[in-house]
């Protein structure tokens, strides 16, 4: 267990020996262990060392000139000068909100950008507003679409946040797929099957060998199989894919630069860097703001109250199980596997920092 | 096979008697028959009985006063005052799509609507301005939250409409469970099993049975189970109930009014009828349209060209199936099964109208 605090200074640390400065370096920090505080242990510190090799490679820019290129009314187009995603999202998301204060509502489509966290993240910065928040990304391709072998897509997470009064905000975030690839990772470093439906293998097979990635197989989209609708799944990463990249002129589909230095870009890409969508709306450009979040608690409230499965333990709502979580980890600490403490001591020699 | 023609003289009819004036009439019909050219038989001639037990029911009005009861720059909320959702929807549309012109995006949320016909319909209606556009709606709760017994969701589809330049558009549309209640019926009409994965039992208990929805069963949230993330699908249809319904004031939940007349309307309804949430985006807005374009053709053909799993003909671009059997249907007919044809001829005595 290491206490947030703790894991906070030393990522801190790491961004500014980066090279970024002293504010971009503590938005980044914040965004990043939101995954760890929240559940979403392989978004977070997790991958630290990931990016400290892309920024190594060259293919992270820590001192980055983000600008909106374009802009019209409530929509805008946020160029991320190949900054940390984790910094250039929220600047974009602070884009978004801040054309809802004057349209009723905001979009930003961000090019150039790289891995940019949890969704959930960016999607929840509205709801300090009272706004509703939207956060959308594409990735580097894993999924095949149906009937296809090859990878085109990514695991393109949408996450959308919405206020409610007394009841916490619904707050949903989720991988396009039928399983993050998070997920999968844990199966594999267990060596354990993992269940029919989330992964096919090269030949577009489906399999439960954890591994198949590893040799040609492909994620599935959300569905898993066509007689269980992957085709929507599919409809759902390729509508982030298109929002996120081909609208902003990002890179798309198959062209997505991977999240990991050991492989190269593709080539004749036909956009810049990673692409993120981001948006919010005003509850009062639809409804009373107090009438809303009443009627929010009120759904909230009946759908907690539905009758259990027998065995069950309750209804959830989207964001329960993270919420819970971030509650426990801020208080006792955040667990860390053996491979990422590794992974931050060798971060702590190679930048002469100490985690305690 | 009946002719496109023969059945819009007809339907056109009976919207005509049951009081629609001539625009409206026409407009409905329009919507309606979309489902049936474009092979989502379940959504358009089938259920034009449904509408007329509806207005005799006294739950449709067919000269209702459509305003705006609310808008704020890029946003509306629109009244339906209790009409056909296939005149109510387009005409909410429209609005979305006017906003748009001023302010490069607009969304509208209807309150007291009823069922309004095929998503993409509405969704479509802006690929006729090069915008993209949007379109969802509640309905009758038949589907289970992960974990639950109890039916607290409508099979809530979501449409997304994204125009290109030599391709066809890129049309999604889609229920957020995973078979539409249109496939179970298919099913159940031929006293066929359906896929496990697709319906539970009263108990939550998966079946095959394809009447289990008969006895207390629900429709699935897509994914299907805990395991192949059925949560991501509670999550979509939970969105679109509430950016239906809570965002405009109509009923949600649990208490969305059926849709056919034989049953009660919920008691103490906490909104207005039928919600949808529609909306359109200006693709100048984030980039040059002819920039975009280009690309979405680029998107579409790398898609096209996907190499297939063996055994499949091609890899599918969202809308590819539709527009084939549109294009099919209108030229050739359209074929009604016997029931249906049943269910015309007794129309077509009570209105005193020929469908030849």
């Not at 505080?37 to 392989?42: I, P, Y």
């Not at 510190?45 to 293919?59: D, N, P, T």
Request: hydrophobic share 40%.
């Amino acid at each position: 267990m290491i206490s947030y605090n703790s894991l906070f200074n030393f990522t801190f640390e790491v961004f500014s020996k980066m090279g970024c400065n002293n504010a971009d370096a503590e938005l980044a920090t914040k965004v990043l262990l939101k995954a760890d505080v929240r559940g979403v242990d392989s978004h977070g510190i997790a991958r630290l060392s990931g990016y400290v090799r892309l920024w190594e490679a060259g293919r992270i820019n820590t001192k980055p000139n983000i600008k909106v290129i374009r802009e019209k009314y409530a929509t805008a187009t946020v160029d991320g000068d190949a900054g940390l995603g984790l910094v250039v999202a929220p600047k974009a998301m602070e884009v978004a909100i801040e054309k809802t204060h004057h349209h009723a509502c905001g979009w930003v489509s961000v090019q150039n950008s790289n891995h940019f966290g949890i969704a959930g993240y960016h999607a929840m910065m509205a709801l300090e507003h009272d706004m509703i928040g939207f956060a959308m990304t594409n990735a580097s391709p894993l999924v095949a679409p149906t009937f296809s072998v090859d990878r085109m897509l990514g695991t393109n997470p949408i996450a959308v946040a919405i206020p409610a009064k007394e009841q916490p905000a619904f707050v949903a975030d989720f991988a396009t797929t039928t399983a993050a690839n998070g997920k999968l990772e844990i199966l594999q470093r267990k060596n354990l099957e993992a269940p029919l439906g989330w992964i096919q293998d090269k030949d577009g097979i489906h399999t439960k060998d954890s591994h198949a990635l590893k040799s040609g197989g492909s994620l599935l989209p959300l569905g898993g199989d066509r007689e269980h609708s992957s085709h929507k799944g599919y409809c759902l990463g390729s509508i982030v894919d298109i929002f996120s990249a081909v609208l902003s002129g990002a890179s798309y589909g198959p062209w997505v630069p991977p999240f990991v230095s050991f492989l190269p870009l593709p080539e004749n890409p036909p956009g810049k860097g990673i692409g993120h969508f981001l948006g919010a709306m005003a509850i009062d450009g639809f409804r009373e703001k107090e009438e809303f979040l009443s009627h929010m608690d009120n759904w909230i409230n009946a759908f907690r109250n539905a009758k259990t499965v027998e065995g069950e333990e309750r209804v959830l709502i989207p964001g329960d199980p993270e919420r819970e979580i971030e509650h426990e980890r801020l208080t006792v600490g955040i667990p860390l596997l053996q491979p990422v403490m590794d992974d931050l001591e060798k971060l702590g020699e190679k930048f002469n920092i100490k985690l305690d």
